[in-house]
């Protein structure tokens, strides 16, 4: 299922892509930002994982109750 979501979301960056970037036919450096933008978008749509367990740092150190001298 996630798969599927996958492809529909990347098709949909395409859909929406391709005619701004026919609409920017003299601005070469626009059709860079355009593409690159593309680029990081479909990474990020296939890197995406829910499930991952993401371990914080501070996660792996124990809680230590220090003694307060009186």
């Known amino acids: 299922m996630r798969t599927l979501v996958k492809i529909v979301l990347t098709v949909v960056a395409l859909i929406v892509t391709i005619p701004i970037f026919a ?3 003299e601005i070469p450096i626009l059709k860079l930002a355009i593409v690159a933008g593309l680029v990081a978008g479909v990474t990020a749509i296939w890197k995406y994982n829910p499930d991952k367990k ?5 996660e792996n150190i124990t809680n230590h109750q220090l003694d307060k001298r009186q």
């Open 23 to 25: 609409v920017t036919k």
């Open 54 to 58: 993401i371990t914080n740092k501070s």
